[in-house]
């Protein structure tokens, strides 16, 4: 990817600001400019994916819900592993990424994926319930994230798959076992990450690991690009329904 396009992307991440009368809108105006080198930026900042959507395809078929599924560029980790499933649904609220998804779709050739244009806290398959439901660096951008987990409890198979991978912050006093973050990461980076209305939150993994049986947890740090020195935090979670 060329300098001058990282450049468009960081304009929009922090200079440009973000507008709408709601959700739906502020979505839109912050991905339609920076949707087309989307991917390419975002490989280098978002950490994790692939171990997660391997991890899940591997060991799963039915239907997978996306939800927050941007471009579908995450399905192209779960490899060869997606022809076994019946159906995927990459659930966004910016149309301007869903429409990437269709290009990619068309591309790769799968007949079974189909991109939506919803809300995750609210939207349901026709189908009925589903075997797997994943939030790729989508929980923080949600404003209401403990409403989108409920809908996906709702809608997943009793025994059914989790997969989350976000920022996060841990609580200044975590449960045993998991990570304890320093005053200076729990403060920067929820301020550093809210101009683009990115909210990592102490209480994602806490309530995940309340509502799911976990199966497989990372906590991790990632590089930023441009910003060599600086390490920002996030998790690999994978759970199942009780």
């Given amino acids: 990817m060329s300098f001058i396009n990282d450049l468009k992307i960081l304009y929009h991440l922090i200079l440009r600001p973000v507008r709408g009368k709601d959700h739906a809108q502020r979505m839109e105006n912050f991905y339609a400019g920076q949707a087309e080198h989307y991917d390419d930026f975002r490989k280098r900042l978002l950490q994790g994916r692939e171990d ?5 395809g591997q060991s799963n078929q039915g239907t997978w819900v996306d939800f927050g ?8 980790f779960i490899g060869p592993s997606i022809r076994n499933f019946q159906k995927i649904y990459v659930v966004d609220l910016a149309e301007s990424l869903l429409g990437v998804v269709d290009k990619r779709v068309q591309k790769n050739g799968w007949q079974n994926v189909q991109a939506v244009a919803a809300d995750a806290t609210r939207w349901e398959p026709v189908g009925g319930q589903v075997d797997v439901v994943t939030f790729s660096y989508s929980l923080t951008m949600i404003p209401d994230w403990f409403g989108a987990i409920e809908n996906a409890i709702r809608i997943l198979k009793p025994g059914g798959s989790i997969g989350v991978i976000d920022f996060y912050v841990s609580r200044k006093y975590p449960a045993q076992g998991l990570a304890k973050h320093g005053w200076m990461t729990r403060t920067f980076w929820p301020v550093w990450f809210s101009g683009d209305n990115v909210f990592p939150s102490s209480d994602h993994l806490p309530f995940l690991e309340n509502h799911f049986q976990r199966e497989w947890l990372q906590e991790k740090r990632a590089k930023v690009p441009y910003m060599p020195l600086v390490r920002t935090p996030y998790y690999q ?6």
């Avoid at 997660?52 to 899940?56: E, F």
């Avoid at 941007?70 to 399905?75: E, I, M, R, W, Y």
């Fill in 52 to 56: 997660v959507y391997q991890r899940l």
């Fill in 69 to 76: 599924g941007g471009t579908g560029a995450n399905l192209e």
């Fill in 237 to 242: 979670f994978i759970g199942r329904k009780h």
